[in-house]
């Protein structure tokens, strides 16, 4: 499999990156097998919109293209690095704060079978709407569930850019992850993504239910307070001014807890 970059079109017809994929490459007829879209980015200087393409193409005597410009041999996609504990759990992991971080580490743990506890100061996005919504209107403050505070952390109402400049692996991970909770496939090929907040909002809806759905408690209003730690080990959480017992915990609070 042959990665090429710089494939350009005027159009997204297939037709017409098949087309210029071939003529980039000088494809002989019958060298093409299959190619799949690996990214898109769209060039609209000078008022002329083109369309630049990475492709990953199946080829015959794939070494006879490989000294072609733009072209060099697809990255293999590593295995996700999933480490495993050593010491058996008596009490559920749990996560604080469901925000991007909290969200993810909740429905990793959950789709691997730990059944975890999330703590979320803030209200699930349905209230946290009507919260923010009212805050506007009238200025009166919740201070729990805001903006800031609440289930899908304070980006939940941004307009839903995905950017990251990291070159990552896990980022094809993530990006196919909220693919699979209702984002737009776009996102797997644009070199921006975007998803925009209405539909942000409903893949938060789906990644909660999915930890639900695998065994996972999601408590609403739950305020990490205080952690206590004997013998270098953690051992009890506090939420809401009542200990728990925990031995294993994760801290994704974002900026402004």
């Known amino acids: 499999m042959l990665r090429i970059s710089q494939v350009k079109t005027r159009d997204t017809d297939r037709r ?74 008596k009490t559920p992991p749990v996560v604080a704060g469901f925000g991007p971080a909290g969200m993810f580490a909740a429905l990793d743990l959950a789709e691997h079978g730990y059944r975890p506890i999330v703590l979320e100061r803030g209200q699930k996005i349905e209230q946290r709407r009507q919260d923010v919504d009212h805050f506007w ?54 070199a921006y993504p975007h998803i925009g907040t209405d539909a942000f909002e409903a893949i938060i809806q789906s990644i909660r239910r999915r930890i639900l759905e695998l065994g996972g408690e999601i408590r609403f209003g739950a305020r990490l307070e205080e952690v206590k730690i004997e013998d270098d080990r953690l051992t009890a959480i506090n939420v809401n001014g009542r200990w728990e ?10 900026h402004s807890a």
Request: net charge neutral; with cysteine; hydrophobic share 35%.
């Open 137 to 190: 209107k009238t200025g009166e403050l919740d201070p729990e569930s805001n903006v800031q505070f609440g289930e899908g952390g304070a980006g939940a109402f941004s307009d839903g850019k995905l950017t990251t400049r990291s070159r990552d692996p896990l980022v094809d991970e993530l990006l196919e992850t909220l693919h699979a909770h209702g984002a737009t496939p776009d996102i797997l090929v644009d």
């Open 245 to 254: 017992p925990c031995q294993a915990l994760i801290l994704a609070l974002g």
């Open 16 to 89: 017409s990156i098949e087309h210029a994929l071939m003529k980039k490459l000088g494809l002989k007829n019958g060298d093409l097998k299959h190619w799949t879209i690996y990214r898109r980015s769209v060039d609209a200087r000078h008022h002329d919109v083109t369309f630049s393409w990475i492709i990953d193409a199946q080829l015959r005597n794939e070494a006879r293209y490989l000294t072609k410009k733009d072209v060099r041999p697809t990255p293999e996609k590593p295995a996700p690095f999933r480490p495993k504990g050593v010491i058996a759990l």
